[in-house]
């Protein structure tokens, strides 16, 4: 059992929640039994009174951005700061309530990560970003050959040692937390998903993940595959041309005419296949550079 | 204790025999004024003129000689490596800038790691005004952010950060351009001071009809060096909205052409050409970082 953690929270304009989450949160804490904590606030040039709110809290932490750079580099400015072994990243708009804090101490055994997962219980997700997350949930789970239940839940426990090393490469925005699952899990470490139950949105804040989020976590999944396993895109593609291709030259053949379609598709089938080679060594030298 | 960090001053000198004397007096005068802990050092870009002999008469400054003309770019980061200080602050020999902003930009290093002028009602050179116009443009596209002016030579950097992406920095003119981008992609804090400038002194104005050329392919640098799939996806895209829109005219037809399956392959070559591009970058960019 974890004795000592820093806690990470994020703030962009989050006047409203903030007051009772630090309270609720540090009393939560107290009650732990743990030896010492630290809770770390970043606040991201919020432009509300957070920052007011924040400076007249005795028992945080306090880091600012001079402007606002994002949910993800918050988080990483958190990170670095951190002081001890392990860090549990908690959200400030409310949503994450306190009490779940201790099942995800109670699993940190043997796992790097332990993550929330809010499908058990009562989180409804806005049915705009249903279809979106569905397609990242299909393509994800294709790419770690697993089921992920939850892929962006915000509150996590995390080994500070363990997401160092990814830490030149996860994103600045919300896609943070999708991206460190996915890299955790293409690493072969260890990841542990908790039920977890949160508190229902204030209906009046709205989600601030934009559209463009969408377009930019599905590139984040190519660069993971790329990072982690290139061949994963590279040979279905070449192997898909190739069959192709064969189809077309059988067909060909029957007529005594080959045609430029079978020649060229089954020219690419090559190409991409050794392009995922040249990709397999490029992520191999990426790999390598980032290990301490 | 100064309320102010120490720093070590950076000034490359090419041909600046009528201002560099001038220049260096006055932010001299400044720093003591200002009571900044500082080292001043020149370099002397291989000068043709008389420079070098300028740079003798002035007191209590470091000065270096290039064996031949290596850029602005290479001698800053030349500089950068003997510094003593943890601030470097760059400020360009033809006298341009005006020294009482650097009280203003030292207001701002403890939050930020780059600091750099703004230059208020400053145009250019007009052979520039196109590169400039794409550069901004591109800024836009790369970063999302508007930013107004790249390469203002008055600069305070932390120089650990500096010699971070010292590796990838060109050696010309186009450093100070380069610089700003890699400090926003690794999420460093930027602060712009608007500010006034002096009317250029003695010196002619470096631009040689080339630098077109030389801005163009800073450009495709830039782009490839910092996110290249926003150059092959969209030349991906468009080449598979050709294709298909020739699949379905082909299959109205009911003969799949040539040209339809070799537009279709292309797009998805180019796609794949992007992701790997975009590992080379990142390769780039992480090689050197500690």
């Not at chain 1, 934009?210 to 396993?229: E, H, Q, T, Y």
């Not at chain 2, 608007?194 to 631009?207: A, C, D």
Request: net charge positive; aromatic share 12%.
């Amino acid at each position: 059992m974890i004795k000592k953690i820093s806690i990470i929270m994020p703030i962009f304009n989050e006047v409203i929640t903030l007051p009772h989450v630090l309270v609720h949160l540090k009393k939560e804490l107290d009650n732990l039994n743990l030896e010492a904590y630290e809770i770390i606030t970043v606040n991201d040039g919020s432009n509300d009174a957070s920052e007011e709110i924040l400076k007249n809290t005795p028992f945080i932490k306090l880091l600012n951005h001079p402007y606002n750079k994002g949910y993800g580099a918050a988080l990483k400015t958190g990170i670095l700061a951190a002081k001890f072994d392990w860090v549990l990243l908690f959200d400030a708009d409310g949503q994450h309530q306190p009490e779940e804090i201790k099942k995800l101490l109670s699993e940190s055994e043997n796992y790097d990560l332990i993550s929330g997962d809010r499908t058990q219980g009562n989180y409804v997700r806005p049915t705009v970003r249903k279809p979106g997350i569905w397609l990242l949930k299909l393509v994800a789970n294709y790419l770690v050959n697993k089921k992920i239940p939850d892929l962006n839940c915000g509150l996590r426990l995390i080994k500070k040692e363990a997401v160092l090393n990814y830490i030149h490469f996860l994103p600045d925005g919300f896609s943070f937390s999708t991206t460190s699952n996915l890299a955790f899990l293409k690493d072969h470490r260890n990841v542990k998903f908790v039920p977890v139950t949160v508190n229902e949105r204030d209906k009046k804040s709205k989600s601030m993940v934009r559209p463009r989020d969408a377009f930019n976590v599905l590139m984040l999944i190519f660069r993971l595959i790329m990072l982690f396993s290139p061949l994963r895109i590279f040979i279905p593609l070449s192997l898909i041309m190739f069959l192709f291709g064969t189809g077309i030259f059988i067909y060909d053949l029957t007529n005594y005419n080959v045609s430029e379609i079978t020649v060229f598709t089954l020219i690419s089938a090559l190409l991409i296949f050794l392009f995922g080679l040249i990709a397999d060594q490029l992520a191999a030298v990426r790999r390598e550079i980032n290990k301490k | 204790m100064n309320q102010y960090p120490q720093i070590s001053v950076i000034i490359a000198a090419y041909n600046e025999e009528t201002t560099i004397k001038s220049t260096i007096t006055r932010l001299k005068n400044e720093l003591s004024k200002l009571t900044v802990e500082s080292e001043i050092i020149v370099i002397n870009d291989a000068s043709t003129d008389q420079t070098l002999e300028k740079m003798k008469e002035i007191e209590n400054i470091k000065t270096y000689n290039q064996p031949y003309n290596k850029g602005k770019g290479a001698a800053q980061k030349f500089a950068a490596k003997v510094a003593k200080f943890d601030w470097l602050l760059f400020f360009d020999a033809d006298g341009q800038h005006r020294e009482e902003y650097l009280s203003e930009m030292l207001k701002f290093t403890d939050q930020f790691d780059l600091i750099a002028g703004e230059r208020i009602g400053y145009q250019g050179p007009k052979e520039r005004q196109l590169g400039k116009k794409i550069i901004h443009l591109l800024a836009r596209y790369l970063l999302g952010k508007k930013i107004y002016d790249f390469n203002c030579g008055f600069r305070l950097v932390k120089k650990q950060h500096f010699l971070r992406f010292a590796h990838i920095l060109p050696n010309g003119f186009s450093c100070d351009t380069t610089s700003v981008f890699a400090f926003y992609k690794e999420g460093l804090n930027i602060k712009f001071v608007p500010m006034e400038i002096n009317k250029r002194g003695g010196g002619k104005s470096l631009v040689k009809p080339k630098e077109a050329f030389v801005y163009l392919m800073l450009i495709f640098r830039l782009i490839m060096l910092f996110s290249p799939l926003r150059i092959f996806v969209p030349i991906s895209f468009i080449l598979f909205i050709f294709g298909l829109a020739l699949l379905i005219f082909d299959i109205i037809h009911f003969n799949i052409s040539e040209v339809t399956v070799f537009a279709l392959i292309s797009s998805l070559l180019i796609f794949l050409f992007g992701l790997i591009a975009d590992q080379l970058a990142a390769v780039r960019r992480e090689i050197n970082q500690e």
